[in-house]
């Protein structure tokens, strides 16, 4: 039986064009881009044009533009940098975030670095805004905002401009976890209030162990990782060579494609939505699905049956990828602090699907089939 894979907010497979362009990379042109003879020179040339590329879609400074190892890496450099060397001694963030956020703001919070907020949410897992202006008034400290564009499980998305002018009122230094959206959505940097942003190539048919950190220009940190002068100085240690080269052909591909590929990635969402409607009693879904939301994700919550309790570990057996998303907290399966924040129902089991350009209709339709089954 052929696999279906709908998890793909947790990774994509890697495009085949993309690999063709690292190939070289990996193979001939295997010079450090540290080196000074032809054969290295030729290793950083393909850094630097990848970082051109990668600024001029997303409207940056080739200059504001950091290869990582991904979005983890990103977002922890961004948050101790904005305390350890901006002064921001108040963190604003939100319970739904990523750990990758979350860990690192607890981190500074519990070594005594910075002070730490969490923004309320509305009913439907959004942001509350004025809640946001309220602590950013109070504040006595300098704030940094940590707040996620598109959030990887239910899939809301965060009115980022909104965000950044209340932060450059207040003063405060804003980041924001981009991971779900860069590669998905258009980025315009030049007119985003925002001081840093994350990517990870993994999420849109790149490579995975390579990621992106915008500093806007106006920032002045110093590096999260010593020993080398790699990345300007701002992250030690050889780069990732055909990882950095795969993300910005990665980047290129989906931004050329995006208009069709996000149409038709939302017609499927659309479509498997109302097929779990037609077909199984008291399904409801998470988040503000049909409103300000990705195209790629549903978080679905099912009844929870003796049959249903089971759901990720049946759809594995039946082939079938995808990734829980439920409040509980049973055995190894911790749950998700998401959907415990958004969705608190212990009756329900909650799974996350997610989708890519290489999902079709016909596969949704033998989801539907097999959890009408198990539900």
Do not use: W
């Not at 002064?87 to 730490?116: N, R, W």
């Not at 208009?259 to 037609?278: F, R």
């Amino acid at each position: 039986m052929e696999r279906i894979y709908l998890d793909n907010a947790a990774t994509t497979p890697l495009d085949p064009v993309v690999l063709e362009a690292m190939m070289p990379y990996l193979t001939s042109q295997f010079g450090n881009p540290s080196s000074i003879y032809s054969y290295g020179r030729e290793s950083r040339l393909a850094i630097e044009n990848a970082r051109k590329t990668v600024a001029k879609i997303l409207n940056a400074h080739p200059a504001e533009i950091f290869f990582t190892s991904g979005g983890t890496e990103s977002s922890n450099t961004a948050i101790t940098a904005a305390v350890r060397d901006l002064g921001c001694k108040h963190i604003i963030s939100s319970v739904i975030e990523h750990h990758a956020t979350t860990h690192t703001v607890e981190h500074m919070y519990h070594s005594g670095e910075a002070a730490l907020s969490y923004v309320k949410l509305l009913p439907n897992g959004h942001i509350d805004l004025e809640d946001l202006e309220r602590l950013l008034a109070e504040s006595e400290e300098k704030c940094l905002v940590s707040l996620m564009h598109a959030n990887n499980e239910i899939g809301n998305i965060l009115d980022i401009h909104a965000v950044g002018e209340l932060c450059k009122l207040y003063g405060a230094i804003f980041h924001s976890d981009t991971v779900q959206t860069v590669g998905h959505f258009p980025f315009d940097l030049r007119n985003t209030p925002v001081h840093f942003i994350t990517g990870a190539s993994h999420k849109f048919h790149g490579p995975k162990g390579v990621g992106l950190l915008y500093i806007n220009e106006n920032v002045k940190i110093k590096p999260f990782v010593h020993g080398g002068s790699q990345e300007r100085n701002m992250r030690a240690g050889t780069e990732n060579l055909y990882g950095i080269v795969g993300f910005a052909k990665a980047l290129e591909m989906a931004t050329q494609n995006h208009e069709q590929d996000s149409t038709y990635i939302k017609s499927l969402k659309i479509y498997m939505m109302e097929q779990l409607k037609k077909h199984i009693k008291g399904v409801s879904f998470n988040g503000d699905t049909l409103g300000r939301s990705l195209y790629t994700v549903i978080s679905a919550s099912f009844p929870k049956t003796e049959k249903s309790e089971m759901i990720l570990f049946n759809l594995d057996i039946n082939n079938i990828c995808a990734s829980g998303g439920s409040a509980c907290t049973s055995g190894a399966d911790q749950g998700s602090h998401v959907i415990r924040a958004v969705n608190n129902n212990p009756n329900q089991v909650t799974v996350r699907f997610s989708f890519s350009k290489n999902n079709t209709k016909e596969e949704i339709d033998k989801v539907v089939e097999q959890l009408k089954e198990m539900i």
